[in-house]
Nanobody, 120 residues
Framework: QVQLVESGGGLVQAGGSLRLSCTAS????????WGWYRQAPGKQRELVAN???????HYADSMKGRFTISRDNAKNTVYLQMNSLKPEDTAVYYC??????????????WGQGTQVTVSS
């Protein structure tokens, strides 16, 4: 069983910054892909950014240039550095990881979510 735990959410003024962390634990053979998603009230969950084990990154257009995803494979941890935050960034942010528990078994895992609130 794999577990993902996020931290780092909170309240911040517009223009401020936050750094989210997510750590995986359990039966981990290899973490292939990390992702950050968010869901605002009344909206569907959307991709924020993802990163592969090798370090290839992808960002949603609205976050590009403001958010940075990174990972520490040795620590089984992914980060999301959020700068120049806007009120519209307010959402619950979820960590995602595609994790191989054996060489041929892949699992999709989600964290519990962490609230980010940006005040104007």
């Amino acid at each position: 069983q794999v577990q993902l735990v996020e931290s780092g959410g909170g309240l911040v003024q517009a223009g401020g910054s936050l750094r989210l962390s997510c750590t995986a634990s359990g039966s981990i053979f290899r973490i292939d892909t990390w992702g950050w998603y968010r869901q605002a009230p009344g909206k569907q969950r959307e991709l924020v950014a993802n990163i592969t084990r090798s370090g290839t990154t992808h960002y949603a257009d609205s976050m590009k240039g403001r958010f940075t995803i990174s990972r520490d494979n040795a620590k089984n941890t992914v980060y999301l550095q959020m700068n120049s935050l806007k009120p519209e960034d307010t959402a619950v942010y979820y960590c995602y990881a595609e994790i191989a528990t054996t060489w041929l078994v892949s699992t999709n895992n989600w964290g519990q979510g962490t609230q980010v609130t940006v005040s104007s």
